[in-house]
T-cell receptor, first 116, second 116 residues
Framework: GAVVSQHPSWVICKSGTSVKIECRSL??????MFWYRQFPKQSLMLMAT?????????EQGVEKDKFLINHASLTLSTLTVTSAHPEDSSFYIC????????????FGPGTRLTVT | AQTVTQSQPEMSVQEAETVTLSCTYD???????LFWYKQPPSRQMILVIR??????QNATENRFSVNFQKAAKSFSLKISDSQLGDAAMYFC?????????????FGTGTRLQVTL
């Protein structure tokens, strides 16, 4: 149980275009989802926290107009990178929490974004 | 704000031997969760072990055990009978117990190599 999927697993886009990444909880309802960014050989950096039906809470320094997060249902959250640039190239990981004790976070497999 | 420090960027262990990964953290909270996550080359985050701060007993999961020293704010991971499949990045993480949407704060990670 507690499976989280991400789609796509790898995406290449051209500079200036937008790309959407989906995060789905497959066998539980996720009241909270988290989006992380991971640069090569570095740790995970939390970008934002989203609760179903509410606006996402962004971490300091994360551009909310550039990284649009939508948590429209209890099983789906999306991250849209708008007007992507090469510096947005990174590994994006989502996690989902069912909102019940012990509020565990279950991680998706990640999405590698390359902006050319 | 909470911080998590992993002072060992890389560690190496021979197969079947025991290795200990170090983690220290800083917090003003009295109750919280601590985790060790494994990230293999696939980059899927895998929960290794969880410790609740109010529990004095050290958590154990098969070959994995922790040494939790609350006063010293130390949380080390011991891997016994190391296997080739243990080779990965290991991240120590902290999570507050306040609220259901508590975020994880990760350390910088320790890369573990397992040699024959």
């Amino acid at each position: 149980g507690a499976v989280v999927s991400q789609h796509p697993s790898w995406v290449i886009c051209k500079s200036g275009t937008s790309v959407k990444i989906e995060c789905r909880s497959l066998d539980f309802q996720a009241t909270t989802m988290f989006w992380y960014r991971q640069f090569p050989k570095q740790s995970l950096m939390l970008m934002a926290t989203s609760n179903e039906g509410s606006k996402a809470t962004y971490e300091q320094g994360v551009e909310k107009d550039k990284f649009l997060i939508n948590h429209a249902s209890l099983t789906l959250s999306t991250l849209t990178v708008t007007s992507a640039h090469p510096e947005d190239s990174s590994f994006y990981i989502c996690s989902a929490s069912p909102g019940t004790y012990p509020y565990e976070q279950y991680f998706g497999p990640g999405t590698r974004l390359t902006v050319t | 704000a909470q911080t998590v420090t992993q002072s060992q960027p890389e560690m190496s262990v021979q197969e079947a031997e025991t290795v200990t990964l170090s983690c220290t953290y800083d917090t003003s909270e009295s109750d919280y969760y601590l985790f060790w996550y494994k990230q293999p080359p696939s980059r899927q985050m895998i929960l290794v072990i969880r410790q609740e701060a109010y529990k004095q007993q050290n958590a154990t999961e098969n070959r994995f055990s922790v040494n939790f020293q609350k006063a010293a704010k130390s949380f080390s991971l011991k891997i016994s009978d190391s296997q080739l499949g243990d080779a990965a990045m290991y991240f120590c993480a902290y999570r507050s117990v306040t609220g259901t949407a508590s975020k994880l704060t990760f350390g910088t990670g320790t890369r573990l190599q397992v040699t024959l």
